[in-house]
């Protein structure tokens, strides 16, 4: 159960809409009222009308609203005593009426009976997502004597002055913040501030991030205490961790207990002080510490609501700038990635080549923006064609950067792509020493298809193997080097076939199939399937790859998996262009 809080004037408490503490609660606002020298039997008569009261707050919640508070609100005039309840049921519909129910078994209706019968006032507010039942009373005990009213008038015209300085320095605050200081040179202007006007002679300023569990320090003065860099809120026995989970206040003085691992111990044996919550929007900012280097601390009300009233504000403007460097970061990183996501695309063909005897499509997906598939077809002087698919190890942002360097010098040594592995070999001295110092590989496979597309020669680098289809069996080739980046002076083979007999095949990256990781997406069984059954229908490339699309987006749904995902099917014979073969080269990103 929480606390009554300490800014309401009179008694305030929030309780959960079970019946036991709601008779805990009732209990506690009679106390409140004998507190406040209400007589015995005035208390026993509130005690009878709240517990009817709560009792119908907490009754009929359902399980959802069973999980919000109830509040119940007690204040004192001269002349009443006034009680709201605010629960978060559905409510009810208050009778025009109230009288004693027909049926003397029918407990029905008698609470209201009671509640109308006891308190001179009743007022009902049924609302959207919460009703508030407000009950007075006049006082029947006679109201303590009267203030004295000159000291009144001298407390309110202190109480005045606190908040118009308070205005002022909240004001001041504002136009520092105008400037576009930074948050940290902000807050440790205005912590000496705060120490002069609270009288204090340190502040500890700790800020909520992104990080889950805890509270980096944003500034703390004297500056000369090494405070420590972030406060464990798992540490539930820490002073300013208790402020946190509590949204309340926490006091401490000589007499308190620190546990060994308090990051307050680090201001001395002999402290007094608050810690302070602060929230913004309803979530937890921060944590404002203040304290004074003696075993007590008695603030005036002025120096207290400094504390308070300024810090609260500090928080939530250290708060909000947070928020808005780190959406002003995210817009600066998205708009990079999509100029990054341009430059890669851009380096890939609008169109990929085709000849009287060859066909190919291909399709390329991201995960994100970036990525680290790369695929090329191009069309050499002789005629002939090289085909290439290859996959950086990682995703985003590096992965591309290697990938456009993978680009960059396959094309300055086309003059070797008739033999693949030479081409493969020389790839591999230039970005060794790259891929080496940031601990990264490229598994590619490279295909040379002769010019009338009766030969190929495959080389590979740690890739998924090639698949060959004629309509009745699958062949792999496993042209199996390792890695680009792995080994300075790799070597590289190249497997020579016959196309004699085969129609279709397949090049994939390992986020198609678990041919290669073993976790992927497709099974070697569904590809060889789905392979085979293409070039038995004797599909032309752009329809195959387009099929092949579909099958793997419905295996990613289903899986709820995701990963790059690249592959180019060649398809050889004299077929005719097909629409979808026009737009060779499809893209998308997950």
């Not at 159960?1 to 959960?16: A, E, V």
């Not at 000849?355 to 077809?377: I, K, N, Q, S, W």
Request: glycine fraction near 6%; hydrophobic fraction near 40%.
């Amino acid at each position: 159960m929480s606390r009554p809080q300490q800014q309401f004037d009179g008694f305030r408490l929030d309780f959960p809409a079970t019946l036991e503490d709601a008779r805990e609660a009732v209990r506690s606002v009679v106390q409140w009222l004998a507190d406040q020298k209400i007589q015995p039997d005035e208390c026993q008569q509130w005690e009878l009308v709240l517990a009817e009261a709560s009792n119908n707050a907490v009754l009929y919640a359902t399980p959802q609203q069973a999980l919000l508070t109830v509040r119940i609100e007690a204040t004192l005039s001269t002349s009443d005593i006034e009680v709201r309840i605010t629960d978060h049921t559905s409510g009810f519909d208050w009778p025009a009426e109230v009288s004693l129910p027909d049926d003397d078994d029918s407990e029905h209706g008698r609470g209201l009976f009671i509640i109308s019968s006891l308190t001179d006032h009743v007022s009902y507010l049924r609302g959207q997502g919460h009703n508030i039942l407000c009950l007075r009373s006049s006082r029947k005990s006679p109201p303590p004597p009267a203030e004295d009213t000159e000291a009144t008038l001298e407390l309110m015209t202190a109480e005045v002055a606190s908040c118009y300085e308070t205005l002022a320095n909240i004001f001041r605050l504002i136009a520092d913040a105008g400037d576009d200081v930074e948050p940290v040179a902000l807050a440790s202007r205005w912590l000496e501030e705060l120490r002069e006007l609270a009288g204090a002679d340190f502040l500890v300023l700790r800020m909520a991030s992104t990080e889950s569990g805890r509270l980096p320090i944003l500034g703390g003065v004297p500056t000369s205490i090494a405070w420590d860099s972030a406060l464990d809120l798992r540490s539930s026995d820490a002073v300013e961790s208790r402020a946190a989970a509590t949204r309340q206040d926490i006091w401490f003085d000589s007499n308190t207990v620190f546990s060994g691992s308090d990051p307050l111990r680090k201001a001395g044996p002999h402290i007094s002080g608050l810690a302070h919550p602060l929230e913004s929007a309803g979530d937890l900012a921060g944590v404002l510490t203040v304290g004074v280097f003696k075993p007590s601390w008695e603030p005036s009300a002025r120096e207290l609501n400094v504390v308070r009233s300024l810090g609260d504000f500090l928080g939530a403007l250290l708060h909000g700038l947070h928020r808005r460097d780190e959406a002003n970061q995210a817009r600066l990183i998205k708009r990079e990635l999509q100029i990054a996501a341009d430059i890669q695309r851009s380096l890939l063909p609008a169109e990929l080549p085709q000849t009287p005897f060859v066909r190919c499509a291909a399709h390329l997906a991201t995960v994100g923006e970036v990525g680290g598939d790369y695929l090329d077809a191009i069309l050499l002087p002789d005629g002939s064609l090289l085909f290439v698919v290859a996959d950086v190890m990682g995703k985003g942002v590096p992965a591309a950067l290697f990938a456009t360097a993978f680009h960059s010098l396959l094309h300055s040594h086309l003059d070797l792509a008739v033999r693949p592995s030479r081409l493969m070999q020389r790839l591999n001295k230039a970005l060794f020493p790259e891929l080496d110092r940031a601990d990264m590989f490229i598994t590619a496979q490279m295909v040379h298809v002769s010019a009338d597309g009766q030969n190929l020669q495959v080389s590979g680098a740690g890739h998924a193997p090639l698949l060959l289809s004629d309509g009745r069996q699958i062949r792999e080739v496993c042209a199996d080097g390792p890695p680009l980046g792995v080994a300075e002076d790799a070597a590289y083979h190249d497997f020579s076939i016959s196309l004699s007999t085969y129609t279709h095949a397949l090049l994939h990256t390992d986020g198609l199939s678990d041919v290669v990781s073993g976790g992927g997406i497709l099974s070697r069984e569904a590809l060889h399937s789905w392979l085979r059954g293409t070039a038995a229908a004797a599909e032309d490339a752009g329809t195959s790859r387009d099929s092949l699309h579909r099958l793997h987006r419905s295996a990613v749904e289903a899986a709820c998996q995701q990963d790059d995902a690249t592959f180019m099917i060649i398809t050889r014979g004299a077929h005719t262009l097909s629409a979808t073969t026009h737009n060779s080269l499809s893209h998308a990103k997950g």
